[in-house]
């Protein structure tokens, strides 16, 4: 226990200092962010001392900005669930790499909703008055105290399970399932209770008529699928160019090219024993038919084996040296793993008979066993040795063009209900027409004069309506028109359920006096601050995600 | 999302080892200068002008509170009051009688809408002046509508009453199921036996859920640091009452809680000069709002909404 521990502590460090490490770009980028964040820092101390008056609220509107974030951003949080139901339910396998960027983005989200949340507080300072236990938690009478009890559970969920599949990749150990599947399971309910909460705190005040509707929470469900895998869309595309480089015109591969090639022996099988352990548990008539059938080959630096789309039969495992697994997209190569003495490579269309899904190069001079698919069979007949082959065939950091189009499917669907959800609302409310339509007209038409959130919320309403047709023509098959769809998608969510959702429901107040709201500069500061640091997090998760995913990033290195 | 442009050069080798010293400066002096930028950006906390003391930061919830502790939270609030005001007040802990239960009654056809309860209300429980706090918010409303945005909430005294308007003030109803003590995450506002709906300001937090959730406006927030002249400070005060509030906490009307716990009517009521106002104990047949809702026709505000106030408007005709 105590060196599991020490491993794992090891491991935290060693991720420290890989965060802090990166070429001009990385410092730039993680530079600009913390003195953004200074910034919001600088502004929220100005409100800490002269209290909340320097913000845009009043009696009449008591939230603003700060909770329209904060509830953009637990739907954010709770999209990380679109990657891992297709995953772990559809047992989808394009997306099976992609969840911990889903995860890691809650992780990211969520620490802002805390972040907003508390920067409303009008004292801060007795924030563990909420602390269960500690304070004294009206539970389960306050939504907010659910509220709070989600957001942090949610929170945990999250970082334990990336914590754990990372340790794992790192460690080169694969993950117990009992160990992670129960809470991806958990973490799947969870998601949707934390914007299900997060609405019924809106949902479950009798005195506001306009969020005092039975169909606020499916909506918020629907436009948390849409932008949240949106928002992860543009994020993978984003990963998937800084860890590529333009393709060049890689050799053809053919074996034939090795410097020399010779059968098996049991000399390598023993060295194959050695950084696999599990081969040693093989039977005698699978080790001779892999001596009679194996070849070993050793070749030189940037040896291609085997390329991306082309028929080939046969898997091999690297006995000495490194070789990089490369995969390209839209014209674009990336390593999406590389594999040391004991792993294997091409043996997903060995076993399926399907083309190659990537290209494998020998990153320096490196001797490996291939391995006929039929020989390959024979030693997947031995439980063990299957368990770690199958393991590891889902062990690549792919971000296809299939993967993307996957989650464009999920975004498109989401995109249809969240509309047509807006309408029934828009029905129910103009149909009838009664006194209780007032924040809804105030919101779309205007009243009484006022009218600071109209051009707010017919500009969100016209890039929602822009993304549906997009999503739904063909055109966003090409990433590039996928990306406008989303960025639109993201921007008319942010407005509709940030801004459209929280300000009318004070206006007008619950004696008929209409106060409008705007941000201050210094809410709006405070707002980048934040936006920022969730930002640093982001990057810094990714800085030791990738790496880590790649098999960069090991025990062993 | 840009966040990723952080990702280059995945494959760069670990720096050698001689280099180690130079990058542990380099780290070092990177370090410091963020620290250093981070400290700057604090700056503004130079202008805080009310650090509360640790003694209030630990306070424990006012239904906790032992005897003793409470006589101590006493000595520290008349302390306090003593520094800032300059003078020693009257700060009691009141409890609730027993059987009692306290309604307001307004007659709106007595109403004038003169706002003399307002200015007695700011007085007597120590509002703001600046930001400016009122726990009353009087409508003028034209004849023939109960359309609350066709009421006006700002106009001018010198001329009331106006002919072909009503006059309607709006404060805490103290409803028998507050959607605000519902929502407060933390029990710091809470119904007490008399009916009185208080705020313990040493505890709220100052989400401001509960002025979300009031379907009357009758919850106010201190945006700022509130400000009475000295000489306006009224002394006679309840911990639950109007002792002077800091910035970050609600507060909203409490029926003078320093009074009617003590025997004397609301402010707002005292100062009435058409009789408007009628308050008393509901649990007692013979008291004067027992009559009026006996005999009167009295209306709650926002009945569907389901809050039973204990505030009721009536007509004499």
């Known amino acids: ?557 | 999302m840009a966040a990723n442009t952080s990702l280059p050069n995945l494959a760069a080798p670990p720096p050698p080892e001689g280099t180690s010293r130079r990058s542990f400066l380099r780290a070092s002096a990177a370090v410091a200068s963020g620290l250093a930028a981070m400290a700057a950006s604090l700056a503004p906390l130079r202008e805080l002008s009310d650090l509360g003391s640790v003694e209030e930061f630990l306070q424990n919830h006012y239904k906790e509170l032992t005897p003793v502790e409470m006589e101590q939270a006493l000595a520290r609030i008349r302390r306090e009051v003593e520094k800032q005001y300059g003078l020693r007040p009257h700060v009691r802990d009141l409890r609730p009688m027993d059987g009692v239960e306290f309604v307001y009654c307004l007659n709106l056809t007595r109403c004038i809408g003169c706002r003399k309860c307002v200015h007695a209300c700011v007085a007597e429980n120590n509002q703001s002046r600046s930001p400016e706090i009122q726990y009353i918010r009087v409508l003028k409303m034209p004849n023939g509508t109960f359309d609350m945005e066709k009421g006006d909430h700002h106009y001018a005294t010198p001329t009331v009453p106006e002919k072909g308007f009503f006059y309607m003030p709006v404060q805490c109803h103290q409803c028998k199921n507050p959607p605000c003590v519902k929502v407060c995450p933390v029990d710091a506002t809470w119904q007490e036996s008399d009916g009185i709906t208080v705020i313990d300001y040493d505890w709220c937090i100052g989400c401001r859920y509960c002025e979300a959730a009031c379907p009357y406006f009758a919850r106010r927030f201190n945006f700022a640091e509130p400000k009475i002249p000295k000489e306006q400070i009224n002394p006679d005060m309840a911990y639950l009452g109007n002792r002077p509030r800091h910035k970050g906490v609600m507060e909203k009307c409490h029926f003078c809680i320093q009074r009617t716990r003590a025997g004397k009517y609301p402010a707002c009521l005292e100062v009435c000069p058409t009789g408007a106002r009628k308050f008393g104990n509901i649990l007692d047949p013979a008291s004067e709002v027992s009559q009026i809702l006996r005999h009167k026709r009295v209306f709650v505000l926002k009945e569907e909404v389901g809050t039973l106030p204990r505030f009721f408007y009536y007509f004499d005709v």
């Open chain 1, 1 to 557: 226990m105590t060196r599991s521990m020490k491993n794992f502590l090891s491991f935290l460090g060693r991720c420290g200092q890989l965060a802090c490490e990166g070429d001009w770009r990385y410092y730039a980028w993680t530079g600009a962010l913390f003195a953004l964040c200074l910034v919001g820092l600088n502004a929220y101390a100005r409100q800490f001392a002269h209290g909340l008056a320097v913000t845009g609220m009043t009696d009449q509107v008591a939230w603003g900005v700060y909770i329209a974030n904060f509830t953009f951003l637990v739907g954010v949080a709770a999209a990380a669930v679109m990657l891992v139901i297709p995953v772990y339910i559809y047992k989808n396998e394009e997306l099976h790499d992609l969840v911990i960027f889903g995860e890691l983005l809650a992780i990211a989200a969520i620490l802002m909703c805390l972040a907003f949340v508390m920067v409303d507080l009008g004292r801060p300072d007795r924030f563990w008055h909420m602390i269960p236990g500690i304070g004294k938690f009206n539970f389960p009478g306050s939504l907010l105290s659910w509220d709070v009890i989600v957001l942090n559970g949610y929170l945990a969920l999250n970082i334990y399970v990336c914590a754990y599949l990372l340790y794992c990749r790192y460690a080169k150990q694969p993950p117990n399932k009992w160990l992670y599947l129960p809470p991806i399971f958990i973490g799947i309910v969870w998601a949707i209770s934390i914007h299900t909460v997060t609405a019924f705190l809106y949902v479950g005040l009798g005195g506001r008529p306009f969020w005092n509707s039975a169909i606020i929470g499916p909506r918020f469900l629907a436009s948390a699928f849409t932008a949240g895998p949106a928002l992860i869309i543009l994020a993978l595309q984003i990963v998937r160019r800084i860890t590529a480089r333009a393709a060049d015109e890689t050799p053809s591969a053919t074996d034939a090219n090795a410097q020399s090639m010779r059968p098996a022996s049991v000399v390598d099988l023993a060295l194959l024993g050695k950084f696999l352990p599990e081969f040693d548990s093989v039977s005698d008539e699978a080790r001779q038919h892999l001596l009679a059938s194996g070849t070993v080959l050793e070749v030189p630096t940037a040896h291609t084996f085997l390329r991306q789309g082309t028929r080939g039969e046969g898997a091999y495992f690297v006995l000495n040296g490194r070789v990089a697994v490369n995969r390209e997209d839209s014209g674009r190569l990336r390593t999406v793993r590389t594999l040391g003495p004991g792993e294997q490579f091409g043996e997903i269309s060995a076993l399926n008979g399907t083309p190659r899904t990537a290209t494998a190069v020998a990153e320096e001079p490196s001797r490996v066993l291939r391995v006929p698919a039929e020989a390959l069979r024979q030693l997947m007949k031995t439980p063990e040795l299957e368990r770690v082959i199958r393991a590891r065939m889902h062990d690549r950091l792919m971000i296809s063009d299939r993967a993307l189009l996957t989650l464009r499917h999920i975004v498109q669907v989401a995109m249809i209900i969240n509309v047509f959800l807006l309408g029934n609302e828009v029905f129910k409310e103009f149909y009838t027409g009664n006194l209780h339509v007032s924040s809804a007209t105030y919101l779309y038409f205007g009243l009484h004069g006022h009218h600071a959130l109209v051009p707010w919320i017919w500009t969100a309403i016209a890039c929602n309506l822009t993304a549906l047709v997009l999503l739904l023509l063909p055109i966003t098959t090409s990433l590039k028109w996928l990306d406008v769809a989303c960025v639109l998608a993201i921007v008319g969510i942010w407005i509709e359920k940030g801004m459209g959702l929280v300000i009318p429901g004070f206006i007008p107040s619950p004696l008929g006096e209409i106060v409008e709201y705007s941000p201050t500069w210094n809410e709006t500061l405070v707002c980048f601050g934040i936006w920022a640091f969730g930002l640093l997090i982001y990057t810094v998760l990714l800085r030791v995600a990738v790496p880590i995913l790649q098999g960069r990033f090991t025990r062993a290195t």
